[in-house]
């Protein structure tokens, strides 16, 4: 779900920068550090604006002034249970990787109809249930998410293809 | 006799007749209701006016009487007790009445329900409607009676009474004799039933216990094992002897024996006297009466028949082997269990050599006695081969292939699994735990291969053993068993085996209940991140929980990407951070040295190994301590990939060819990188590849083939603020400057689909121009680099076109773009194209990049060759022989970049770059040539080169004085330190700094890249081992730190 979410953070410039531009500069430093980072358990898509720019502080000992800045920034998080669409970028026997956005999706066998099953001779290999649906590297899915777990600069996740109206998802806009 | 009979008949007519009235009238009187007694006076007022004395008098006194008469009755009853037909009849009566009135009597008897009003007044209707019917049916011989006089009443009346009272003793009586008949019943139909049943709810256990009275119970010495045969003989013998005159004296014989009793090999028989035991157990087998007999004491008796519930060995089951030694500890599966309940038929994965020691084991030593079997270390489980038994031991074997059962030596095998019969004793039947893994060969050996683990079963022989499950306070758990099943609670305490919930589903919601471990089960969600805590050997995997089917979870690991089961007993639920699977100093992904020229990537930590990917692609299980040691992560390495682009960890890359494969990079080790990829999860995702086969899809953070990922270091140094001009942080180029000349001229564009064509250039932009073809009414925009300037007139190549840069030796276009894209920290770090832009010579007239310290430039080359080659060798040990070839094959790589070798670098690129300048650097061309000729050739002195510059310059000075002490050590010294330090240095700029620093690197590479110079010279002044290796040394680490 996306959100717009304040932040802030503590920004730091050389004293090379100081100057009369310095709050640009910090500003491009901020878009430049923290724009399309996972921060635990969310995005950071896009900074809006930044709205409060402390006055800087010089550290003791680097002379680096340190600037706390707060922003507004679209944020997007990945609920359990929330239902997204992504993309299905790798197919193996256990089931298929998927990505919304910067979020990858595993979407175990287990968690795959019954009647979709593997098809290993299939080039590319691909699920199948022989009817309407084929799943393969490229096609849109849409997939509820059963779990999410967060690592060092990303989100991973994995998701269920298992219910009414998920899965298969042929005319995404 | 008639007498009684008759008045016995006449008054059970009577009874017949008005039984309910009387029957009321006299409980009433018997009870002394007052109640009753009012009623009665009320209808008797009614019917007989001017009521009775008689009838006023006081309950109490009432009854007193007919205690009174009670006893005579008795008495009288007593008397024609004979009659026996007469009783008879009189019970059969009184049940009668018992039927009509059970309940009603029962509740009168007890004088206190007098008290309760309300009980009396919900019978009084009852009681009313029985009065009066009984009233109606009297009526007529009442009123008859009334019409006497009332003296005449008043005797009827007492008549009445006493009829009465006689009704009533007779009903007392009878009720007596009911109860003594009962009572009877119960004494000794009791005791009949007692003796059939053995119903021990009414005797107190402790009156069954034994006394001194009873036959005492020795203990008898047998045969291990053999306690049951005992005790079937004693039987068979005390049948056979029965009814003869030797009959034997004994009461009872049994056992206690078993395999892990503490009663076994003795036989428990229960008799009257010692002697009879002696005499039963004359001549039988297996059992010595003739040693001490122990009697157990009385006190001891019933503890020897406690019964002790013993491990049920059904077919299926696993237990563990003690017996034979080669096979402690093993698991095997129980197939049968014999009649005797000793001995139990197993199957286990036999340890087979195959005879390959069976000489040492049967043959015998000199003394005759046999040679204690070699316990050596035993052979591992493996299903039994017949290739490999008809290979070594034909002889002794013999089967059915179809079957595929065999019996090799005195050992017999089914489907591959050893079957042997074992004594129960043998075996460990509690506590087994079989893990998943274990039971999982047993299953693999099926015909099919197919894996069916029956996991019920497993689970079922691990819940046996209540140990291993722990649960801990905030465990999600749910009751599967017993009177609270499908409660779903939180654990919020756990002692021993007593785990207390707090209820978070369902009606309990909120209540705390205690519940014993063993019904618990740990209860998950698909998508949980849980760990494996329990004896599985997946243990201290993460993953999420993606099925879950009654108490057996599948999870996908973090690590792997590859989904287990595993019972939710060993599972618990992971914090959110997860830690990267690790065995002691290594984890996945790191870089590990396996032998001096293998390194690897850790691809799988188990538990107590490690797997891992080599630099070949080769993946090979390790052990901790098969590996040398750990490689740091460099996060700063850097290579070329097969464009010459600088490639980083985090970069990702995509493999030319090959499998064509993508993934980030993860380490990059000299010539290999190791990437990491999501699109298979084979090894981890982890591929190996080499840096020559790869090429850049992105670089890390958009950098452009370019900008460090460290901090900015150009950017942060205030001293390139001062000088903007000497500063290359965005050089400013010439062509900014005015209106760019090309605009206007005409031009031949060299490549593409338009070659060859002539144009004119209309506009341009840094890069590209656009240009008005002449054949073509049509403006197409070309790279500028593409473009050749042509006069006008004569069409002639104009080759030092102004808007270019002051160019290349042969002229290159290129230069304008590489001058624009790359800043001072690229230029540095990509030699191909700058470096000979850097060279010192080269400097002068574009001053700025010149005064970029060649160092850095040569840093390129030059400065990175021991460097990055040395650098990273020096810390692997094995490197120390390899330097000449490490650096000598890295630097002209580097230095060639574009395919120049050193030669080229100094000897046609500078001179050719110098006299096309015509400036004074031109007349060191010679020396500049000749001093590569030596450094590459490394057979001229050393002296020579520094002379060359040195000659030419005073900064050179030191130089040679360095090199003609001690060549080697400051050459190598200098080199990176005023290389490295003077670059940003404002003083860097001036070509003498520039100069040493640059002729300080240059003899850095020249020991490192042709080791012979530096080490001839070396040894010729100080006899330094090898000057090339200490060269190599010494910066190393320099660049290093910077790295």
Request: glycine share 10%; with cysteine; hydrophobic share 30%.
């Amino acid at each position: 779900m996306f959100f717009l979410y304040n932040l802030e953070r503590r920004v730091t410039l050389h004293p090379s920068y100081f100057g009369k531009n310095m709050h640009e500069l910090v500003t491009g430093k901020l878009l430049k550090d923290v724009e399309g980072t996972c921060t635990g358990s969310y995005y950071i898509i896009s900074i809006m604006d930044t709205f409060d720019i402390s006055e800087g502080r010089i550290l003791p000992g680097s002379g680096l002034a340190e600037f706390t800045v707060g922003y507004r920034a679209v944020v997007w998080r990945p609920f359990k249970g929330e239902t997204v669409d992504a993309v299905v970028v790798s197919v193996n026997q256990h089931g298929f990787f998927a990505e919304a956005g910067p979020l990858r999706i595993f979407v175990s066998t287990h968690l795959i109809p019954q009647d979709i099953k593997w098809d290993p001779n299939a080039t590319p290999p691909q699920f199948t249930n022989n009817e309407d649906t084929t799943i393969e590297v490229g096609t849109h899915v849409r997939i509820k998410i059963l779990g999410t777990r967060a690592e060092v600069g990303e989100l991973w996740a994995i998701g269920s293809i298992k219910e009414d109206y998920l899965g298969y998802a042929p005319f995404l806009p | 006799m008639s007498d009684p009979r008759d008045y016995n008949d006449a008054e059970s007519e009577e009874e017949d007749d008005f039984n309910p009235a009387p029957a009321d009238m006299s409980d009433d009187d018997a009870k002394g209701d007052p109640e009753a007694d009012e009623d009665d006076d009320d209808h008797h007022r009614q019917t007989t006016k001017g009521s009775s004395p008689a009838h006023k008098r006081p309950a109490a006194a009432d009854h007193d009487e007919d205690e009174d008469e009670d006893d005579e009755d008795d008495a009288a009853n007593n008397g024609d007790g004979g009659g026996d037909d007469d009783e008879d009849e009189d019970e059969e009566e009184e049940d009668e009445e018992d039927e009509i009135q059970g309940h009603r009597r029962k509740r009168r008897r007890d004088k206190r329900n007098a008290f309760f009003d309300i009980e009396a007044e919900v019978d009084d209707e009852d009681e009313a409607e029985d009065d009066e019917e009984a009233e109606a049916e009297n009526e007529g011989f009442i009123e008859q009676e009334e019409l006497g006089d009332f003296g005449d009443a008043g005797r009827l009346e007492s008549d009445r009474r006493h009829r009465e009272l006689d009704l009533q003793r007779d009903r007392m009586n009878h009720e007596d004799l009911q109860k003594e008949a009962e009572s009877f019943v119960r004494k000794y139909g009791h005791r009949r039933h007692a003796r059939g049943m053995g119903d021990t709810t009414i005797v107190p256990q402790r009156l069954l216990l034994p006394s001194v009275d009873d036959p005492s119970i020795w203990g008898v010495r047998c045969k291990e094992g053999k306690e049951r045969e005992v005790v079937y003989s004693i039987t068979k013998r005390i049948h056979e002897r029965m009814g003869t005159k030797d009959e034997l004296g004994i009461t009872a014989a049994f056992e206690r024996g078993g395999p892990n009793s503490i009663y076994k090999g003795i036989v428990y028989i229960e008799a009257y006297r010692q002697t009879d035991i002696l005499q039963a157990l004359d001549g039988m087998l297996n059992v010595y009466p003739r040693s001490k007999i122990i009697l157990v004491d009385i006190k001891e008796m019933p503890d020897l028949l406690r019964v002790q519930k013993t491990p049920t060995l059904e077919p299926g089951a696993w237990v563990r082997l003690k017996r034979p030694m080669k096979y402690a500890g093993d698991l095997a599966q129980v197939q049968d269990i014999t009649e005797n309940g000793l001995d139990v038929k197993v199957r286990f994965i036999p340890r087979l050599d195959y005879g390959v020691r069976d000489d040492t084991i049967s043959g015998n030593t000199a003394d005759g006695k046999r040679k204690r079997p070699i316990m050596g270390p035993r052979p591992p489980q493996k299903l039994f081969s017949e290739v490999e038994a008809r290979k070594r031991n034909p002889r002794i074997l013999t089967g059915n292939p179809q079957t595929n059962a065999w019996s090799f030596g005195n050992d017999y095998f089914e489907g591959g699994f050893q079957v042997k019969d074992i004594k129960i004793q043998h075996l460990t039947v509690k506590d087994v735990n079989p893990s998943l893994e274990e039971v999982t060969r047993f299953t693999s050996g099926g015909e099919d291969g197919v894996e069916n683990i029956d996991l019920k079963s497993l689970a079922a022989s691990l819940k046996d053993s209540n140990a291993t499950t722990t649960y801990l306070p905030n465990d999600v758990v749910e009751v599967y068993e017993g009177e609270q099943k499908g409660v779903v609670g939180k654990a919020t305490q756990v002692q021993a085996d007593i785990v207390t919930l707090q209820v978070t589903e369902g009606e309990l919601v909120g209540q705390t209940i205690d519940v014993p471990t063993k019904g618990l089960r740990k209860r998950f969600q698909l998508g949980d991140h849980v760990k494996v805590i329990g004896g599985s050997r997946y243990r201290d995997e993460l993953g999420m929980v993606v099925k879950i089917s009654e108490d057996r979870v599948t999870l996908l690991t973090d690590q792997t990407n590859t989904e287990i089961t595993v019972f939710s007993k060993d599972l618990r639920e992971a914090s959110d951070i997860a830690g990267q699977g690790s065995l002691g100093q290594y984890s996945l992904l790191d870089l590990v040295q396996l032998d001096p020229t293998t390194v690897g990537c850790i691809v799988k930590v188990d538990r107590e190994s490690l797997v891992v990917l080599d630099q070949n692609g080769d993946t090979r299980q390790v052990m901790p301590s098969q590996i040398a040691n750990k490689l740091p992560k460099r996060k700063l390495a850097v290579a070329a990939d097969r464009t010459g682009s600088e490639i980083r960890p985090d970069d990702v890359v995509k493999e030319y060819g090959g499998m064509g494969r993508q993934g980030k990079i993860v380490h990059i080790h000299r010539s290999y990188v190791f990437c990491h990829t999501h699109q298979t999860t084979e090894n981890a995702g982890i591929f190996v590849s080499r840096v020559s086969s790869v090429s850049t899809i992105s670089a890390k953070g958009g950098r452009i083939n370019a900008a460090s990922s460290g901090p900015d270091l150009d950017s942060m140094n205030p001293a390139k603020k001062l000088n903007p001009t000497g500063r290359n942080d965005m050089p400013p180029p010439r062509q900014v400057f005015g209106r760019d000349k090309l605009i206007g001229q005409t031009v031949t564009i060299r490549k593409g689909g338009w070659k060859g064509l002539l144009g004119r250039v209309k506009d341009t932009t840094d890069t590209h121009a656009r240009v008005e073809l002449h054949t073509k009414s049509k403006v197409i925009s070309v790279p500028k680099t593409d473009l050749m300037v042509r006069d006008s007139v004569s069409g002639r190549e104009i080759k030092n076109y102004e808007s270019r840069r002051p160019g290349g030796p042969n002229g290159t276009p290129a230069r304008p773009q590489e001058r624009a894209a790359p800043d001072w920290n690229s230029g540095s770090r990509t030699p191909v194209v700058t470096s000979s832009a850097r060279t010192p010579a080269w400097k002068t007239p574009s001053g700025g990049i010149g005064g970029r310290t060649p160092a850095w430039g040569r840093g390129g080359d030059g400065g990175r060759t021991p460097a990055w080659a040395d650098g990273s060798r020096t810390v692997n040990p094995y490197d120390g022989s390899r330097t000449a070839y490490g650096s000598g094959g890295r630097t002209p790589a580097w230095s060639s970049g574009g395919s120049k070798t050193p030669a080229h670098d100094y000897g046609s690129k500078t001179p050719a770059y110098g006299g096309s300048n015509g400036d004074s650097w031109g007349s060191k061309t010679p020396y500049g040539a000749s001093a590569a000729t030596p450094g590459a050739s490394g057979s001229d002195s050393w002296g020579y080169t520094p002379g060359a510059s040195g000659s030419s310059n005073a900064y050179d000075a030191p130089t040679p004085g360095a090199s003609m002490l001690g060549a080697p050590t400051p050459g190598a010294l200098n080199a990176p330190t005023p290389g490295a330090y003077n670059a940003p240095t404002p003083g860097a700029p001036t070509p003498g700094g520039g100069w040493q620093s640059g002729w300080g690197t240059e003899s850095a590479p020249t020991p490192a890249a042709a080791a012979p110079t530096p080490a001839a010279s070396g040894s010729g002044y100080y006899g330094a081992p090898t000057p090339g290796a200490y060269a190599a040394d010494t910066p190393g680490p320099r660049y290093t730190d910077d790295d």
